[in-house]
Nanobody, 124 residues
Framework: QVQLVESGGELVQAGGSLRLSCAAS????????MGWFRQAPGKEREFVAA????????YYADSVKGRFAISRDNAKNTVNLQMNSLKPEDTAVYYC?????????????????WGQGTQVTVSS
């Protein structure tokens, strides 16, 4: 079955950096667009970043643009999220998702598979 396993979340001070990774199995990874979403306590899950199947196109939420970078390695079936200049408001559980659509989407409904999430906590 399809599995997406996130890693890399931890407690970090404001201004610091983290690199999240998501390892995919059970699917033809190179045919899926990949996204990162996050959910803070009491809030809805929100879009963070996405990358198309080839890695040629990337998309970011305005709140992370210029600070986060998404990348993928189709040979290793992994997608990464480099997070720099972290802020306390970036604190959330971060989820990796895979979606098989013609167009990369920022909507959770357009992603078919989800990981269990990894906690990122940014202290002030």
């Amino acid at each position: 079955q399809v599995q997406l396993v996130e890693s890399g979340g931890e407690l970090v001070q404001a201004g610091g950096s983290l690199r999240l990774s998501c390892a995919a199995s059970g699917l033809t990874f190179s045919t899926y667009n990949m996204g990162w979403f996050r959910q803070a306590p009491g809030k809805e899950r929100e879009f963070v970043a996405a990358i198309n199947w080839s890695g040629g196109s990337t998309y970011y939420a305005d709140s992370v643009k210029g600070r986060f970078a998404i990348s993928r390695d189709n040979a290793k079936n992994t997608v990464n999220l480099q997070m720099n200049s972290l802020k306390p408001e970036d604190t959330a559980v971060y989820y990796c998702a895979a979606g098989r659509r013609l167009i990369v989407s920022v909507a959770t409904k357009d992603y078919n598979y989800w990981g269990q999430g990894t906690q990122v906590t940014v202290s002030s």
